[in-house]
């Protein structure tokens, strides 16, 4: 069953998102999807939200899926495994590559917009490319560092005698099994930092390895061509090794370009290493050393002489920093704290922040007690913010509400504030935060940092209890206004925008329709379609009609919602009973580029039941090799209460085939 469920997800999601075709890679990090997509205009926003299973969905430079921990890992396996690549790798192209002027054009409308509100800038693109060096590497953090976690534990009772001392082997296996990430992480990143900008894997893991001046054993050294000191082994570390492999990848394409097929592979690795080694041993290190130095010392200063007030700030707004992407920036100064000095005392003030989230659930469950949606939504959200988890509670709850996000972000300074009086709290590995984060606290200040997060549940608690709970979150559900956004828009809507309240005299009535055939030709159920999208009815239930005719007709009165780029597919909406309804003409039509499809409507356009949308070339199509097979389905099917077919057999075009009663 776990299974099916995880098989599920991916097809879903690869149903909304435009299909494997419109993907270029995924990756995934503790809690969501990062969906590199090629054209935005295929995905569908809406039904992504609605898929069950997902929890919500962060519309950035990439497509962001939140799912939960351990499910976003089986699902994006799945996925990736479907395209035949690894994660991370660029899916192979098919029909895209031979429509990618089209889809460019269409996608540049589409995303104007949002390249509005998300200008790239530089920072902007560093700060993606820092995430897509770090995020596959947060499992190995995870792992590692609860396995360094549980060994110092157990090196703290033997020191107590409360374990005999037959488990000191024990207990340095688990060391030794731990330091294997953070004992040769500069490596690991240099190989991931390699893979981002396009260079060699390997060299980029020859840069790593170098930063650790492996064969330099002392008396021998190497001087800091600055001061004349010796350089240290580790010197520059994480930054350092971002630094160089960055300029490896220029310096390797650089010389890709100018040596001769012939002889590319002798010269380019052997010049590439020779040169960035020495630069990176000479340069980097020194340069990257001290301001590595600098940044934590000045971090160190700011969290001593600022204490409370520090905390405060910082657990106030990391949360919208992570709304921005700016938090991506913290993970190498994370390390590059652990590195130097075994922990990282920033990691237990921004865990506040969800701890904050969890109090304002709290708080919301309590006063809106009638709102049984939003209760639930809650429930199930909550286990896992108080693990650490926040995207549920952020992105199902607060966010969408408004004041809560606010409020909670409150909570999480008075954590934050709390954490930042006893100083000194440090974090042995990044993780998740939450009570999972309990393990990783270095030198027993587990008390302390238990503290700051009861301080944020009860910061978060009374701060939303008091000042951040919307009058119509409160109501019940027949009353109350939105808690996501997606309700909020569906009730406006339904009230056709005169946002009038429901009363509990207004009783909404079921609504019955019929709905015509959009085209000609021998009618049948959605599940016979040879398309395992449409069969098993992922987007909504309806029906199929192999054509006879190529005539496109409406099937309701209503409103064309969009029109495909490539021609072969409509929504629309009807004017009774708000009806969400799909048209699709063939069966991988998207690959014929439009050719047969003539659509004469367009987005916006009111139609009525009946009127023609266009014409399809029946032909065509099957001389494409594709079925001509055209489905109807209706994708809001939460909202149909009963769908009865009226005709079997021959039909034709704009004749009444489906009875559709809304809720």
């Known amino acids: 069953m776990e299974k099916d469920k995880y098989q599920r997800l991916s097809d879903e999601i690869y149903a909304q998102i435009g299909g494997i075709d419109n993907v270029e890679s995924i990756i995934h990090c503790m809690t969501r999807l990062r969906i590199k997509i090629r054209d935005m205009s295929k995905v569908n926003i809406t039904a992504l939200k609605k898929i069950d299973g997902v929890l919500g969905v962060v519309e950035a430079d990439t497509l962001e899926i939140v799912l939960g921990p351990g499910v976003n890992t089986k699902v994006a396996k799945i996925m990736n495994d479907k395209a035949g690549v690894k994660e991370g790798e660029i899916f192979p192209a098919n029909s895209y590559q031979a429509n990618k002027s089209e889809v460019e054009r269409k996608a540049a409308e ?355 209890y008091f000042w951040g709970v919307p009058k119509e979150a409160m109501l019940p559900d027949g009353q109350a206004g939105p808690e996501v956004a997606e309700r909020r828009e569906a009730e406006e809507e339904a009230t056709n925008l005169d946002m009038k309240p429901a009363t509990t005299s207004t009783i909404a009535k079921p609504i019955t329709q019929d709905i015509a055939a959009p085209v000609s030709g021998q009618i049948e159920g959605l599940e016979e379609v040879n398309d395992e999208v449409f069969s098993q009815k992922m987007l909504g239930d309806g029906f199929a009609i192999i054509p006879t005719d190529g005539s496109i007709v409406a099937s309701v009165d209503g409103t064309i919602v969009s029109v495909m780029s490539t021609k072969h597919a409509l929504t629309m909406t009807s004017a009774k009973g708000n009806l969400e309804i799909l048209i699709h003409m063939g069966i991988d039509t998207v690959e014929l580029k439009g050719e047969p499809f003539d659509i004469t409507v367009r987005e916006g356009q009111k139609v009525k039941a009946g009127q023609s949308l266009g014409t399809m070339n029946i032909n065509k199509i099957k001389e494409a090799g594709k079925d001509p097979v055209v489905m109807m389905a209706v994708t809001n099917k939460d909202t149909v209460q009963d769908m009865k077919l009226l005709q079997f057999g021959e039909v034709k075009a704009g004749e009444s085939v489906l009875e559709v009663t809304s809720k």
Not at 136 to 160: C, D, E, H, Q, Y
Not at 161 to 187: D, E, H, Q, R
Not at 354 to 383: F, Y
Not at 447 to 456: F, N, P, Q, R, S
């Open 110 to 464: 589409v995303h104007a917009a949002h390249k509005a509100s998300l200008k790239q800038t530089w920072w902007r693109a560093a700060l993606q490319h820092i995430s897509a060096i770090f995020v596959p590497l947060i499992p190995a953090f995870v792992g590692a560092g609860l396995i360094s976690g549980v060994a110092g534990i157990l090196r703290n009772m033997l020191t107590a005698k409360m374990l005999p001392g037959s488990w000191n082997l024990g207990v340095t296996v688990l060391a030794m099994i731990s330091s294997a990430l953070f004992a040769y992480l500069n490596i690991y990143v240099g190989i991931n930092t390699a893979k981002e900008f396009g260079a060699t894997p390997g060299l980029g893991g020859i840069i790593g390895g170098i930063v650790y001046l492996p064969g330099i054993v002392a008396p021998v050294t190497i001087p800091n061509i600055f001061d004349g000191k010796p350089l240290a082994a580790g010197q520059g570390g994480i930054i350092g090794v971002l630094l160089g492999v960055w300029l490896l990848s220029y310096v390797e394409k650089f010389f890709h370009k100018h040596i001769a097929d012939s002889v590319d592979i002798i010269f380019t690795p052997f010049l590439t290493i020779l040169i960035m080694g020495l630069f990176t041993v000479f340069l980097i290190m020194p340069l990257a050393g001290w301001f590595s130095n600098s940044l934590v010392g000045a971090i160190n200063w700011v969290l001593k002489v600022g204490g409370p007030v520090s905390g405060f700030i910082l657990g106030l707004f990391f949360l919208p920093m992570v709304m921005l992407g700016l938090h991506q920036i913290l993970t190498p100064i994370h390390l590059e704290m652990i590195q130097k000095l075994g922990f990282t005392p920033l990691l237990p003030i921004l865990a506040m922040a969800g701890g904050g989230q969890v109090g304002a659930a709290v708080a919301l469950w309590v006063r809106c007690r009638k709102n049984k949606q939003l209760v639930n939504m809650i429930k199930g959200a909550l286990p896992v913010g108080i693990l650490g988890v926040g995207e549920p509670l952020i992105y199902g709850v607060t966010l969408p509400l408004g004041r809560p996000f606010i409020t909670a972000c409150i909570g999480g300074g008075i954590g934050g504030a709390v954490v930042a009086a006893f100083g000194q709290v440090g974090s042995i590995a990044i993780g998740p935060s939450g009570v999972a984060l309990i393990p990783l606290i270095a030198h027993n200040m587990w008390w302390a940092y238990v503290l700051g997060l009861l301080a944020a549940y009860i910061g978060g608690f009374i701060a939303t």
